[in-house]
């Protein structure tokens, strides 16, 4: 029968008998990352890694994947050898934008070793203690509680080498570190390629989608109608009996309104939709909600949302379209608070007899997207799409009836697939949870292995 102590430390509680608690600073030394910024990166180089990456939902923790390194020239090996993370060392993100990311945090598996970027602490451990069992105690949320009961910020979180080196560390004998080390290390890839097989699955679903929205929303329902030529490149062939519109034509445009923080209320039923929230095909409205009062809303009213708007985003990453997503507004949408839109977000309001959802579908096609970003402007990092180009974008425009049709025919399509890919995201969220406790399980001397 296992023998547990009480460890007097409230995260941790009992542990084994033969376990230690221990501060970190005693068993690790830390420095700080270099400040490498995107200007200072190039194709192929030395392998670096900054918060972003470390942020990455693509981050497996105890293993670094190739999409997340980039690279910097091989001078800063010798210019900054001290910030080249070896083997079995730990690198923080001292910068993050939301609560959950606090601690966040990626093992070195690199032989060559990796550069710690912009924003980063660099925590490597003494040859007593084996690395990754630190890694996986790292990760669990109640250690990750004493960062994030002490992080400093409001909209940004930050951690410092103070924080870290004071924080209590739980540690087995080093036999038993390397062994619970392996153990999750085994268990972890088993659940991580199941994750990844449903992920592709979801991947191809979406890929299918996408497919099955394009072919309805240019080509119609009828597989046996007369084509014609469009007279526009990227639109190639319609429908014989379709127009070909621009935007302006058929939807009024609106603005969003530059909301200051400082109008700002901890809760109404008034939202501020900013760019964050709105993602192609639903409104993630729980993502970092801002609120104004009943009298700042009614003074920029003009700027609320109503059913059959279409919502678009105008900034996003440059080169990398992820914006320009739409949304149509539904009642359902609306039925719990009134919706304001933020600068950088826009709104399509129908001025003619049409059918919203069926332009909402369209708007998703690559073929208008890429007559979209051709004139895309902004900074090296940053992307954005103006009001003007925006209204120029011709459009296929079948009659009410069929876009009636086709917008029937892809919500019941979609629906299925949507719920196919919400099971495959259920089965994930599952097997993420399961992984989650079981590290929990054993690096705190509940299970042991």
């Known amino acids: 029968m296992r023998m547990f102590k009480e460890t007097g430390v409230e995260w941790i509680g009992k542990i084994p008998r033969d376990w230690e608690v221990v501060i ?4 690790c030394d830390l420095c700080k990352g270099l400040p490498i910024t995107k200007a200072d990166l190039i194709k192929n180089g030395t392998p670096v890694i900054s918060y972003g990456q470390i942020h990455s939902k693509n981050n497996k923790w105890t293993v670094i994947s190739k999409d997340l390194i980039r690279y ?17 060392s730990i690198i923080f993100a001292d910068t993050s934008e939301d609560y959950e990311g606090i601690g966040n945090c990626i093992y070195v598996n690199l032989e060559q070793g990796i550069f710690a970027g912009y924003h980063t602490i660099i925590v490597r451990p003494f040859n007593i203690y084996y690395p990754k069992y630190l890694a996986f105690l790292f990760q669990t949320d109640c250690w990750r509680s004493q960062l994030r009961s002490s992080a400093s910020g409001i909209k940004v979180f930050s951690v410092t080498q103070k924080m870290l080196r004071n924080t209590t560390l739980i540690v087995p004998p080093n036999t038993k570190q390397q062994r619970i080390a392996d153990y999750l290390d085994s ?12 992920q592709a699955v979801i991947e191809k679903l979406k890929e299918y ?104 985003t105008m900034t996003g990453t440059k080169g990398k379209r992820d914006y320009f997503y739409t949304h149509l507004i539904t009642d359902k949408d609306l039925m719990e608070k009134s919706l304001y839109i933020n600068q950088r977000v826009g709104g399509l309001i129908s001025k003619t007899d049409l059918n919203a959802g069926y332009f909402n579908y369209l708007l998703k096609d690559k073929s208008i997207l890429d007559s979209i970003f051709v004139y895309e402007t902004g900074t090296a990092n940053q992307g954005n799409l103006g009001m003007e180009s925006i209204r120029r974008t011709k459009l296929q425009f079948p009659s009410r009836e069929e876009q009636d049709a086709i917008v029937s025919y892809l919500d019941k399509k979609c629906l299925a697939i949507d719920s196919n890919i919400a099971k495959k995201q259920s089965i994930i969220s599952k097997l993420l949870e399961y992984k989650k406790s079981l590290i929990y399980e054993v690096v705190t001397g509940k299970k042991e292995v």
């Open 209 to 312: 989608k996408l497919s099955v929205i394009t072919e309805a929303v240019t080509k119609g329902l009828n597989p046996d109608v007369e084509m014609k030529d469009s007279g526009v490149e990227w639109i190639d062939k319609v429908p014989k009996h379709w127009k070909i519109v621009k935007l302006d034509d058929i939807f009024d445009f609106l603005g969003g309104y530059a909301y200051n923080s400082d109008l700002y209320v901890s809760e109404s039923l008034n939202q501020v939709v900013r760019i964050g929230n709105v993602k192609n095909g639903f409104l993630k409205l729980d993502a970092s909600p801002v609120y104004i009062n009943d009298e700042v809303a009614e003074e920029t009213s003009k700027f609320k949302l109503s059913s059959g708007t279409i919502l678009f």
């Open 72 to 88: 910097v020239d091989n001078s800063y090996k010798f210019s900054n050898p001290f910030a080249l993370a070896q083997v079995g």
């Open 187 to 198: 268990k972890c890839s088993k659940i991580d390629s199941i994750i990844e097989k449903q």
């Open 24 to 27: 970190l600073k005693k068993c």
